[in-house]
Structure formats: structure tokens, C-alpha cells
């Protein structure tokens, strides 16, 4: 069986989570009390120190009311501005030679006139 490289940015997951759990005006002790965990454990998964499951993961979107795809990545796909997020990370990835070639085939791709 294949492994598969994930790498989580748990660090960004957890500020995700304290920004969420500031916006709906809990504390940290609230949280904590509701999702049935330690807050010294909810301190840590805040500051990224500890990885979280995805069933405490989504056991924490449910009660904060955001969509575990939005404590993960930051986006909703349901957003119509997903994707540009995506592409400005992966076009900051690649040379400005590359960016040319995808910008060009976006063009032939949307029907827009391709001129090199």
C-alpha cells in the first residue's frame, strides 16, 4: 500500500479553530467543556503543538457552526472564490515561465483568444 505524504499544517488548523471559537464568543474552557476534552489539550491543538482526528475535528465544526473543509483549508467549495485561492498557491509554486503556459492554456481552455 501506497503512503500518502499529507502534510497537515496543524499549526494553521489550530489558529482556524481559535478564530472560530472567538468569533462565536466561547472561551477556551467552554470549548473544552463541550467537546468533553482538557483545555491544557484545546491550548495545545490552538498553538498547532498536537495534531487533532477528524473526529474531534468535526466533532469541533459542529458545535462552532463551520464547515470542517474550512478549519482544514481555510475555504468552502460552496464559496465560488475557492478555487482562487488554490490557484494563486500553486501558480506561486511554479516559474514565471511555467505561469505563461498555464495562463495560456486557461485561455484555449475558456475559448478566449490565444495568442503566444
Not at 497537515?8 to 489550530?14: P, T, Y
Amino acid at each position: 500500500m501506497e503512503k500518502i505524504d499529507a502534510n497537515v499544517d496543524f499549526k494553521l488548523i489550530g489558529q482556524r479553530i481559535k478564530d472560530a471559537r472567538i468569533k462565536k464568543g466561547w472561551s477556551q474552557e467552554k470549548l473544552a467543556e463541550t467537546i468533553k476534552v482538557a483545555t491544557a489539550f484545546l491550548s495545545r491543538v490552538e498553538r498547532g503543538g498536537t495534531s487533532i482526528n477528524l473526529n474531534r475535528l468535526a466533532q469541533i465544526s459542529e458545535v462552532l457552526d463551520v464547515p470542517i473543509e474550512e478549519l482544514i483549508t481555510g475555504v468552502v467549495k460552496e464559496d465560488n472564490r475557492y478555487l482562487d485561492k488554490e490557484f494563486s498557491d500553486l501558480l506561486k509554486q511554479c516559474s514565471k515561465d511555467k505561469q505563461k503556459l498555464i495562463y495560456n492554456i486557461a485561455k484555449i481552455v475558456a475559448g478566449v483568444n490565444f495568442v503566444p
